[in-house]
């Protein structure tokens, strides 16, 4: 018989083939200093599986579940050898001890969690993402737009593609959040510490497109990868200040270029890792992106549980959003699309 439990001590060795944002080694970093939620099933009084969310609360003070910090996707942890039909009772086990006075909004691996989510009550929500598969590689040069050719050739022109180390990535990614007056949504002490223990496990490189004549980093990138597929995980761009020159048009495009051969080269799938749902120009300028370098449509699954209070006020949501940004919004912590 399957039981839950919060005691996370003898948790079994996961189960292999897993994305990369739900590796042991990721999601051991990810928790740490952040307040989260873990539920486990046990079988003959030993753990056997867990989920766990990070809890967070609003700029109305309401308590939320997301996926751990800086993980795009999440879902149950589980034993190599389990069967397909004890996953399956126990995932549900798992979501059913998910705690009710918490909005949940998770990013699930798979379609099977999705579905077994939608069936315990959760509603689905619609959210695009982009791949490169490893068969379109050979021609994809040929699938860019018109556009993306132009830029990458500016940009091989006028750039040069080299790499940093982990904290020069995040000194890098914090300078440009600071002079678009925005924090990031978790810790980058986290994020820093997840890229240089990927580089230590060969599942992670850094990306820089630097000016060929005043050496200033115009984009950089950082990417994580597992057995099947290369994520497009960080990315920054330069924002122009006085006595600067403009960021070159094409300079993340040559980067991603760059990552894309990389994952050629590695035999893997190329994923845009989630262009958003949300109709803002940001997101727009992700589709436009990532259609312009190739990129095949597909969807993240993703599914929320609101509180009954955060249901009630989700008609006014908009114009709460609104009144946060221009108040207190702009000195808190700004939640980014995974």
Same mark, same amino acid.
């Given at each position: 018989?399957?039981? %839950?439990?919060?005691?996370?001590?003898? /948790?079994?060795?996961? *189960?292999? +083939?897993?994305?990369?944002?739900?590796?042991?080694?990721?999601?051991?970093?990810?928790?740490?200093? @952040?307040?989260?939620?873990?539920?486990?099933?046990?079988? +003959?009084?030993?753990?056997?599986?867990?989920?766990? #969310?990070?809890?967070?609360?609003?700029?109305?003070?309401?308590?939320?579940?997301?996926?751990?910090?800086?993980?795009?996707?999440?879902?149950?942890?589980?034993?190599?050898? /389990?069967?397909?039909?004890?996953? !399956?009772?126990? !995932?549900?086990?798992?979501?059913?001890?998910?705690?009710?006075?918490?909005?949940?909004?998770?990013?699930?691996? +798979?379609?099977?969690?999705?579905?077994?989510?939608?069936?315990? =009550?959760?509603?689905?929500?619609?959210?695009? +993402?982009?791949?490169?598969?490893?068969?379109?590689?050979? !021609?994809?040069?040929?699938?860019? &737009?018109?556009?993306?050719?132009?830029?990458?050739?500016?940009?091989?022109?006028?750039?040069? #593609?080299?790499?940093?180390?982990?904290?020069?990535?995040?000194? /890098?990614?914090?300078?440009?959040?600071?002079?678009?007056?925005?924090?990031?949504? @978790?810790?980058?002490?986290? $994020?820093?510490?997840?890229? @240089?223990?990927?580089?230590?496990?060969?599942? $992670?490189?850094?990306?820089? $497109?630097?000016?060929?004549?005043?050496?200033?980093?115009?984009?950089?990138?950082?990417?994580?990868?597992?057995?099947?597929?290369?994520?497009?995980?960080?990315?920054?761009?330069?924002?122009?200040?006085?006595? *600067?020159?403009?960021?070159?048009?094409?300079?993340?495009?040559? #980067?991603?270029?760059?990552?894309?051969?990389?994952?050629?080269?590695?035999?893997?799938?190329?994923?845009?890792?989630?262009?958003?749902?949300?109709?803002?120009? &940001?997101?727009?300028?992700? %589709?436009?992106?990532?259609? =312009?370098?190739?990129?095949?449509?597909?969807?993240?699954?993703?599914?929320?549980?609101?509180?009954? %209070?955060?249901?009630?006020?989700?008609?006014?949501?908009?114009?709460?959003?609104?009144?946060?940004?221009? !108040?207190?919004?702009?000195?808190?912590?700004?939640?980014?699309?995974?």
């Amino acid at each position: 018989m399957l039981f %839950v439990s919060h005691d996370v001590s003898g /948790i079994p060795s996961q *189960e292999t +083939n897993v994305p990369v944002y739900m590796q042991d080694w990721l999601t051991d970093i990810a928790t740490r200093g @952040a307040e989260t939620r873990r539920v486990i099933v046990t079988e +003959n009084g030993k753990p056997l599986g867990s989920l766990t #969310v990070w809890l967070q609360r609003n700029g109305l003070g309401m308590k939320q579940g997301y996926n751990l910090p800086w993980a795009r996707v999440c879902g149950p942890h589980f034993p190599k050898e /389990i069967s397909e039909e004890k996953r !399956t009772d126990a !995932t549900r086990q798992l979501v059913r001890q998910l705690p009710r006075n918490v909005s949940l909004f998770l990013k699930l691996a +798979n379609e099977s969690d999705f579905m077994l989510f939608l069936e315990e =009550g959760f509603k689905p929500v619609l959210e695009n +993402n982009y791949f490169i598969p490893l068969a379109g590689l050979p !021609t994809l040069h040929a699938a860019l &737009s018109k556009m993306s050719k132009r830029h990458l050739k500016q940009a091989q022109r006028d750039l040069i #593609v080299t790499t940093t180390t982990p904290d020069g990535f995040i000194e /890098i990614y914090e300078a440009d959040l600071a002079r678009r007056r925005r924090k990031p949504y @978790a810790p980058l002490a986290i $994020a820093r510490d997840i890229l @240089a223990e990927g580089q230590r496990q060969g599942q $992670a490189r850094i990306f820089i $497109a630097k000016r060929r004549d005043s050496g200033e980093i115009d984009a950089a990138i950082a990417c994580l990868w597992d057995h099947a597929r290369y994520y497009y995980w960080m990315t920054t761009r330069r924002l122009q200040v006085d006595g *600067e020159a403009k960021p070159h048009q094409g300079a993340v495009k040559l #980067v991603l270029w760059t990552a894309i051969q990389d994952a050629a080269a590695r035999g893997l799938t190329f994923d845009f890792d989630g262009a958003g749902f949300d109709p803002t120009p &940001s997101e727009f300028g992700k %589709v436009r992106l990532y259609d =312009g370098m190739g990129g095949q449509r597909s969807v993240r699954y993703t599914v929320t549980r609101e509180t009954k %209070v955060e249901q009630a006020l989700g008609r006014f949501r908009p114009s709460i959003k609104r009144a946060i940004r221009s !108040t207190v919004g702009k000195l808190m912590p700004l939640q980014m699309n995974q």
